[in-house]
Nanobody, 119 residues
Framework: QVQLQESGPGLVKPSQTLSLTCTIS??????????WSWIRQPPGKGLEWMGA???????YYSPSLKSRTSISRDTSKNQITLQLTSVTPEDAAVYYC???????????WGQGTQVTVSS
């Protein structure tokens, strides 16, 4: 059973860079055809797909966030990392990492991590 666990600071100051890590257990991030996505949900709003990294390290980004988003991986640690630069209060959300099998649609989700943006 694959499990995903997000981690990172719960509080980030405006203009800083948010960095989150997703640690995967029960499966390898390099297994064929898996896509590892970051999704967020601001308070009172719907889910927003931010981007993904695939099983060979290829990256994909939402056009609206592409200029501020970077997704990378550490295969030795079986981790996926999200970096979001120049954060504003509008970036406050619950951030999730997910696994998709052959697509970005998540079939496994982490429990999510709350991020607040405030000075």
């Amino acid at each position: 059973q694959v499990q995903l666990q997000e981690s990172g600071p719960g509080l980030v100051k405006p203009s800083q860079t948010l960095s989150l890590t997703c640690t995967i257990s029960g499966g390898s991030i390099t297994t064929d055809y898996y896509y590892w996505s970051w999704i967020r949900q601001p308070p009172g709003k719907g889910l927003e797909w931010m981007g993904a990294i695939d099983y060979v390290g290829g990256t994909y980004y939402s056009p609206s966030l592409k200029s501020r988003t970077s997704i990378s991986r550490d295969t030795s640690k079986n981790q996926i990392t999200l970096q979001l630069t120049s954060v504003t209060p509008e970036d406050a959300a619950v951030y999730y990492c997910t696994r998709g099998s052959g697509s970005f649609e998540g079939d496994y989700w982490g429990q999510g991590t709350q991020v607040t943006v405030s000075s």
